[in-house]
């Protein structure tokens, strides 16, 4: 499993575009790149997954550069309620790989 | 269910007792798991299924910890013979199909193991 490497904690204020980015230098060809948030005593909530270039939902977007080695979670215009830990996974998804694997994630603090 | 639901919430036991944690996954998901949380810490792969199979369960500590989903549906973690290092947040997930790499996580069991 490739491993990843993200900021330990990021601050920012409401109203801002915050970019968490996520090294994965030893992406595997048919690995995947997805994010999760988790908020305090709650379990984490899947947010976005790419291959590669750009996608985009109503929660954020996903940027990987040609090279897959990083990615970088986009959230627009962040308010306090986006106070989380953002978790970057990065594996081969498909029948006979479940085995997802959290890192420490990013604290991020939204500041009013 | 509307969710993936576990039971119960808390739980605390005395060294050395066995304990039961129960996970319901959402309606017709196909594949569950099982992570354990420490305070500060990412959630940590433990086993996961897929209907009734337990695909991978590398992640299981030791003897002690089993899992079981006999009817491809509602699953049991059972940690036997506990100890104080068990104590942390038990989490459940589903998924709809295998390999989406979604999962849907329960509020998750808090075991304290005195």
């Known amino acids: 499993l490739a491993k990843t490497t993200q900021p330990i904690s990021m601050d920012s204020y409401e109203g801002q575009e915050v970019n968490i980015t996520c090294s994965h230098n030893?992406?595997?060809?048919?690995?995947?790149i997805t994010w999760y948030q988790q908020f305090p005593s709650q379990g984490p909530r899947f947010i976005i997954q790419?291959?590669?270039t750009k996608v985009t939902n109503e929660v954020a977007s996903l940027f990987i550069p040609a090279d897959r080695k990083s990615s970088t979670l986009s959230l627009p215009r962040v308010s306090l309620s986006d106070t989380a830990v953002y978790y970057c996974?990065?594996?081969?998804?498909?029948?006979?790989?479940?085995?997802?694997?959290f890192g420490t994630g990013t604290r991020l603090t939204i500041i009013p | 269910g509307a969710g993936v639901s576990q039971s119960p919430r808390y739980k605390v036991t005395k060294r050395g007792q066995d304990v039961a944690l129960r996970c319901d996954p959402i309606s017709g998901h196909v594949s569950l798991y099982w992570y354990r949380q420490a305070l500060g810490q990412g959630p940590e792969f433990l086993t996961y299924f897929n209907y009734e199979a337990q695909q991978d369960k590398s992640g299981l500590p030791n003897d002690r910890f089993s899992a079981e989903r006999p009817e491809g549906s509602i699953s049991t973690l059972t940690i036997q013979r506990t100890e104080q290092r068990d104590s942390a947040m038990y989490r459940c997930a589903s998924s709809l199909v295998v390999g989406t790499g979604e999962l849907f996580f329960g509020e998750g069991s808090r075991l304290t193991v005195l």
């Open positions: 030893n992406i595997a060809t048919n690995d995947y």
């Open positions: 996974l990065v594996g081969e998804t498909g029948f006979g790989n479940e085995k997802l694997t």
């Open positions: 790419g291959y590669k």
